[in-house]
């Protein structure tokens, strides 16, 4: 275990990670312009609104971004944040490398630092709650050392999010926190069902919260092959050497996070949370956050979505339903005409007309590598 730092004042670092291919919201979100740049819900983009919640807990200077090399300079110029604070990745390797190498940044510069994970890509509408949560979190990393986690309380039987099962109190000078039994894949339909009537399972909502130092402790320990392949990092951390970064990300393994470290160390606790989550991550998660479906629905809806009392939704474009119901519809530059069918998404992008039924919209990443291996892959 760490040793406690035990200060008044936690400095908090907030790391944005922004590197994901965002297939499954194909044919919105492409190589070229990734779902964090999209408006999808509250007018805003993406990652205009997670820049907005990092501001509420951390100091302009203290905020990072971790993205592809092919979106670096559109990061820069939405971000407005300095080009050392935008750590660019040379290819590929999930969150556990982009995380430690963050890490390694971060304690360099400041070495009793916190660090507040977050996704670009989800929506959060209540950052009031969020940044209160992020500061009991990192209270509990600075003075236990420990790794926390975003527990949020489900409000449906969801089997396309990780479960986390909440243990017992963790301390008493953390009320807020529990220790974490074990992760859980997504579960089947009854697994999620039962979850959900159990009470102790907690949506992985992917939000961590952790010391730099701890963080890259557990790393040495339960993750040898990626503490080998910061090695170059760590010889001049604070330094622009792109081929110390190249070196690093040509050895490391490509994990998340959740496996090469949540799920092994015994030092993880959670925070359980009641604010509305989604990770965006599927057209069927948005129309689930929008309410399609449901009548006069009272979910946080984006600023420009039009919903009718058949339970549609539009949220881009021009759309006629007819005898219609439970459809999600982004539309282009034309008319999308809808005449007697329910519960699909359509995507109009003027290159691609995506139709699918929104409970198969998770699979859209399927047509994404039929596009690939077929070399089209100037539509993905």
Same mark, same amino acid.
């Given at each position: 275990?760490?040793?406690?730092?035990?200060?008044?004042?936690?400095?908090?670092?907030?790391?944005?990670?922004?590197?994901?291919?965002?297939?499954?919201?194909?044919?919105?979100?492409?190589?070229?312009?990734?779902?964090?740049?999209?408006?999808?819900? &509250?007018?805003?983009?993406?990652?205009?609104?997670? =820049?907005?919640?990092?501001?509420?807990?951390?100091?302009?200077?203290?905020?990072?971004?971790?993205? &592809? $090399?092919?979106?670096?300079?559109?990061?820069?110029?939405?971000? #407005?944040?300095?080009?050392?604070?935008?750590?660019?990745?040379?290819?590929?390797?999930?969150?556990?490398?982009?995380?430690?190498?963050?890490?390694?940044?971060?304690?360099?510069?400041?070495? @009793?630092?916190? !660090?507040?994970? =977050?996704?670009?890509?989800? $929506?959060?509408? @209540?950052?009031?709650?969020?940044?209160?949560?992020?500061?009991?979190?990192?209270?509990?990393?600075?003075?236990? *050392?420990?790794?926390?986690?975003?527990?949020?309380?489900?409000?449906?039987?969801?089997?396309?999010?990780?479960?986390? $099962?909440?243990?017992?109190?963790?301390?008493?000078?953390?009320?807020? !926190?529990?220790?974490?039994?074990?992760?859980? /894949?997504?579960? %089947?339909?009854?697994?999620?069902?039962?979850?959900?009537?159990? &009470?102790?399972?907690?949506?992985?909502?992917?939000?961590?919260?952790?010391?730099?130092?701890?963080?890259?402790?557990?790393?040495?320990?339960?993750?040898?092959?990626? $503490?080998?392949?910061?090695?170059?990092?760590?010889?001049?951390?604070? +330094?622009?050497?792109?081929?110390?970064?190249?070196?690093?990300?040509?050895?490391?393994?490509?994990?998340?996070?959740?496996?090469?470290? !949540?799920?092994?160390? %015994?030092?993880?606790?959670?925070?359980?949370?009641?604010?509305?989550?989604? %990770?965006? +991550?599927?057209? =069927?998660?948005?129309?689930?956050?929008?309410?399609?479906?449901?009548? +006069?629905?009272?979910?946080?809806?984006?600023?420009?979505?039009?919903?009718?009392?058949? #339970?549609?939704?539009?949220? /881009?474009?021009?759309?006629?339903?007819? /005898?219609?119901?439970?459809?999600?519809?982004? *539309? *282009? *530059?034309?008319?999308?005409?809808?005449?007697?069918? @329910?519960?699909?998404?359509?995507?109009?992008?003027?290159?691609?007309?995506?139709?699918?039924?929104?409970?198969?919209?998770?699979?859209?990443?399927?047509?994404?590598?039929?596009?690939?291996?077929?070399?089209?892959?100037?539509?993905?």
């Amino acid at each position: 275990m760490a040793k406690k730092m035990n200060r008044s004042a936690v400095s908090v670092h907030a790391v944005i990670l922004a590197g994901g291919a965002g297939e499954r919201f194909w044919p919105a979100s492409r190589r070229e312009r990734p779902k964090p740049f999209l408006r999808v819900v &509250g007018g805003k983009t993406l990652l205009e609104a997670t =820049l907005q919640r990092a501001r509420a807990f951390a100091e302009a200077d203290q905020i990072w971004i971790v993205c &592809g $090399h092919e979106h670096a300079r559109a990061m820069r110029a939405e971000s #407005g944040l300095r080009p050392s604070r935008i750590l660019v990745e040379p290819q590929r390797r999930n969150t556990a490398m982009a995380v430690s190498w963050a890490a390694e940044r971060i304690s360099a510069e400041d070495p @009793d630092a916190v !660090m507040a994970v =977050l996704s670009a890509d989800h $929506h959060i509408p @209540d950052r009031k709650a969020f940044a209160l949560a992020i500061k009991d979190a990192a209270r509990a990393a600075a003075d236990e *050392g420990v790794l926390v986690t975003l527990g949020v309380r489900p409000s449906r039987p969801e089997t396309g999010y990780g479960y986390i $099962h909440q243990g017992s109190p963790a301390s008493s000078d953390h009320p807020r !926190m529990h220790r974490v039994r074990r992760f859980v /894949e997504k579960p %089947d339909s009854a697994r999620a069902i039962r979850f959900v009537q159990l &009470g102790d399972y907690l949506w992985n909502a992917g939000v961590f919260v952790w010391s730099a130092r701890s963080l890259l402790e557990e790393v040495e320990r339960y993750a040898a092959p990626l $503490h080998r392949a910061l090695a170059p990092l760590r010889k001049n951390p604070r +330094g622009r050497n792109q081929p110390a970064v190249e070196a690093a990300y040509r050895r490391a393994p490509s994990l998340p996070i959740d496996v090469a470290v !949540m799920e092994k160390s %015994d030092r993880v606790w959670t925070i359980p949370v009641d604010f509305a989550w989604s %990770d965006v +991550g599927t057209w =069927l998660s948005l129309a689930e956050e929008l309410g399609v479906g449901v009548s +006069g629905s009272s979910r946080q809806s984006s600023g420009h979505a039009r919903r009718d009392a058949q #339970g549609n939704c539009f949220l /881009e474009g021009d759309v006629l339903a007819e /005898e219609s119901a439970g459809n999600l519809v982004w *539309g *282009g *530059g034309r008319l999308v005409a809808l005449l007697g069918v @329910d519960d699909l998404a359509v995507v109009d992008t003027d290159d691609v007309i995506l139709i699918t039924k929104l409970e198969r919209s998770p699979d859209v990443r399927r047509l994404v590598a039929a596009l690939k291996s077929k070399g089209r892959e100037n539509l993905t």
